[in-house]
């Protein structure tokens, strides 16, 4: 007659959380330490006690969790309507980026609209969402329909329509662009050259606008500009 073998009871080895506890009492005596072993301490910890019940917390504890990283740079606050809020942003090449310094243009440039200045560049509450924002350009009022024309020299990069309402980028010399907001109606297209002082758009209040004006942004090598630091406006 055949026995049964002896079914042999599974049990569980201590060898494993015993190195476990081992890591993470040496994470805890080394948390706040900068020295290499130290941080290799700490991912080890995080290593082995991946997927493991409540693993968030006890990484936190003894320092085996990453802080985010403190970069040092200037947050700023949420556009009130600036170029990346376009459609296409990545081919805008807009990011969010204020430079303060005052750039030397060896062009011919001009106004491109004689209006009124209902909204400087810099910080604002918005007159759409009545919350703080920043405004990446000036706002010019002017009547429905009065022509619009090119700040420089240049070519249309961009046409396009959205909370900007109907609006173009003109790329000039330098790594200056600029870019028309809230227009009643586009004269160029892409690709096209345009010259100083000629006409590119007409006025309006498409978009999120409370009246007819132009929108207009200076932008160079990706960094947004005050454009009343190059040009006369009241």
């Known amino acids: 007659m055949t026995g049964k073998r002896p079914v042999r009871k599974k049990t569980s080895s201590g060898r494993g959380m015993l190195v476990i506890v081992a890591l993470v009492l040496a994470a805890g005596v080394v948390k706040y330490s900068d020295a290499p072993f130290a941080a290799a301490a700490r991912e080890k910890v995080s290593d082995v006690l991946v997927g493991a019940p409540g693993v968030d917390n006890m990484l936190t504890v003894f320092g085996g969790a990453e802080e985010p990283a403190d970069t040092g740079e200037e947050a700023y606050a949420a556009s009130s309507g600036g170029a990346e809020d376009v459609l296409g942003r990545e081919q805008s ?18 106004l491109p609209v004689e209006g009124v200045l209902t909204s400087p560049f810099g910080s604002r509450v918005s007159p759409t969402s009545g919350e703080q924002a920043f405004h990446y350009g000036l706002d010019l009022a002017a009547d429905e329909g009065t022509p619009i024309t090119a700040f420089a020299d240049g070519m249309v990069r961009e046409v396009g329509e959205s909370n900007y309402g109907n609006y173009l980028i003109v790329d000039h010399a330098g790594g200056f662009s600029t870019l028309y907001a809230h227009c009643s109606s586009i004269l160029v297209g892409v690709n096209d050259e345009v010259k100083c002082g000629s006409e590119i758009a007409l006025v309006g209040q498409t978009g999120d606008a409370t009246g007819p004006h132009l929108h207009l942004e200076l932008w160079k090598d990706s960094m947004a500009l005050d454009p009343a630091d190059y040009l006369d406006v009241t």
Request: hydrophobic share 50%; glycine share 0%; proline share 6%.
């Open 93 to 110: 090449l807009f990011p969010d980026t204020v430079d303060d310094a005052v750039h030397a243009m060896s062009f011919d440039h001009v």
